[in-house]
């Protein structure tokens, strides 16, 4: 059964940073390819970053691609999402999703068929 559990959320000032991790388990994760969801308040959740199982390509949303970074550490089961510069409305939860399809996940951000975790709060104050 895949497991996904999130952690790293908190409270920050806008122009501040943060790390989420999310740790994997039951699963390959050589086979997975994994993406880090942003649920806003009173909005759908939105994908913001994927890396692909097979050679850790990495896709982001253009509204973070130039302040955050996602990596992975197979050893250790772990997906990563730094976040710098964080802004007010980066504010909600993050969840992190596994999904066997490369295309799905990481190109059209779709979470339709994808395992969930149960996700980590972030608030940026302003």
């Known amino acids: 059964q895949v497991g996904l559990v999130e952690s790293g959320g908190g409270l920050v000032q806008a122009g501040g940073s943060l790390r989420l991790s999310c740790v994997t388990s039951g699963f390959n994760m050589d086979h997975y390819n994994i993406a880090w969801f942003h649920q806003a308040p009173g909005k759908e959740r939105e994908g913001v970053s994927c890396i692909s199982s097979s050679d850790g390509q990495t896709y982001y949303h253009h509204s973070v691609e130039d302040r955050f970074t996602i990596s992975k550490d197979n050893a250790k089961r772990t997906v990563y999402l730094q976040m710098n510069s964080l802004k007010p409305e980066d504010t909600g939860v993050y969840f992190c999703?596994?999904?066997?399809?490369?295309?799905?996940?990481?190109?059209?951000?779709?979470?339709?068929?994808?395992?969930w975790g149960q996700g980590t709060q972030v608030t940026v104050s302003s």
């Open positions: 999703a596994a999904d066997p399809n490369l295309f799905r996940l990481c190109v059209l951000f779709s979470g339709a068929e994808s395992s």
